[in-house]
């Protein structure tokens, strides 16, 4: 599920892409223009069995490229345009990449890893190197990172992620009605009367109230603010895993 509140790292995600070094050419154009693989006189072609090389054709003279270490060639992508990508964009199985080229912070050139300052409940917390160097991002309250997507999810669609532990709540067991259609409830967030806990098949969501609304334990579901006895901020609060 994408929301609004990812716009910034996916916006972050594509100008990195587009920012990207050129990649190296390290290989010459082919002497023999007869013997030229090029079907067209510009054009991107995968060279197989790697996940991050690729032939680009100008004029009909093919020269061998890479993607920066740690990103894939995207072979749906039409000259002229950037060739390369994130790997949760661009899957390559049972093919062979570059070398690594690590540094002291990052695994990889490009690409997201988890945050090595990060508690071990913290799925909010993640790293993203660009050439070699981290910025360590947060996703907004109450979503965790997700690797295998490279955007900010809800917590249950996380894999690595123990939802329970990173929101801090353990739902109730998973009620049905009558037609078999799973129940939504919603809980009481503590310290803060602005957010709740919504539960579905026993899976936890941190929510908040809109502008103006304060969440009524009594009616389990968002009113008017003047209606509950609150005098906390309205400010979503933080989500805070604990070690």
Known sequence: MRFVVLIFAATVASSIASDAPAPSTDAAPAADAQAS???RRNVFMKVAGKCDAYVECIDFAPVQKSCPDGLHYNEAVAWPNYPCGYPSDVPCRDRSAQAAKPTPDCP?????????????TDCGQYRMCIAGKAVDLVCPTGLAFNFETSQCDWPFLVSSCDAASYLGYQCPAASFDESGNPVVTNHKFDGNCYAFYSCQ???????SCDAGLAFDPVSSRCVDADDVACSDSPAVPTTESKP
């Open 37 to 39: 693989p090029c079907s």
């Open 108 to 120: 990889h050139q490009y690409g997201y890893f988890p945050s090595p300052t990060a508690a071990p």
């Open 201 to 207: 098949d026993g899976r936890p969501r941190l929510l």
